[in-house]
Each structure stands twice: as C-alpha cells, then as structure tokens.
C-alpha cells in the first residue's frame, strides 16, 4: 500500500451457509464477500449502482479476478475485508481486497472491474465517477 492510499474496511460474520461441512469458508464465498465490501467502497465514494446504471448507462463489471489463498477462515469467525483502489485507466479499475481474520491475513484478491455501456462494452469510466474514484483514492 502507497503512503496516503486510503482504506475501507468491512466486517463479515462466517456464517454456516459459507463453509463446508468441516467449518472451512468455500473458496468461492471470498468472492461474495469482496462484492459487498466493494460496494460499500463504492458508495463511500458516492457511487451508487443504480444511479450508475441510470444517469450513465454504465455499471461496472468484473473482467479478472486473481487470488491467493494464504490461511483458511471457519465458521463464527469476523473477518475485516479491506479494500483499496490501487490503479484507475480509461475505462477499468483495480482493486485489492485483503481478507483478514485477526489481523493475520487469510486471502488476497485482486479484481480488475470494467465499465460497461449497456451494449455490453467497455466504455469509458464518467468524469463524474472518475473524479469520485480518484478524489476517494
């Protein structure tokens, strides 16, 4: 993380539906988790997803995710997810998402999101979601 690059932090309880029989989080559930922490980012910022799609005809997509299973998370557990925008391009962003439990960290996601037009291409991120993004960053 650079110096003065801002964090958003967002609780999740582990929850039974989350694991499998043995307590153990589903590789999976980490990328639902990261979808609401960054929507909460992302509003904190001021953009709302509805508003996005309605006013600019856009919404953003995921286009890669990349991950990195460091330590397991189970059942009960609070994890603390905190996310960061590390890089913003023409019509893409990037996103880092640390998946804490105690401070030990458990997993770490990468996720390029695309803004797409409602013909389902990319198009360029609006000025006035840019300037939020960066303003936040």
Not at 84 to 102: N, V
């Amino acid at each position: 993380m650079s110096e003065g690059q801002r964090v958003h932090t967002f609780p999740v309880r582990i929850y039974f539906e989350d694991t499998d029989a043995g307590g153990i989080v589903y590789h999976s559930r980490y990328l639902n988790f990261c979808e609401r922490a960054r929507a909460e980012l992302l509003r904190e910022c001021g953009i709302e997803s509805m508003s996005m799609m309605n006013e600019h005809k856009c919404g953003f997509a995921v286009r890669h995710a990349e991950m990195d299973f460091i330590k397991p998370a189970h059942l009960d557990e609070e994890l603390i997810i905190e996310s960061r925008l590390i890089e913003m391009k023409g019509a893409s962003s990037k996103i880092s998402h640390l998946i804490k439990y105690q401070n030990d960290l458990l997993v770490e996601i990468k996720i390029v999101l695309v803004c797409m037009g409602h013909g389902e291409r990319p198009v360029r991120i609006p000025d006035p979601i840019r300037k939020e993004m960066v303003a936040w960053q």
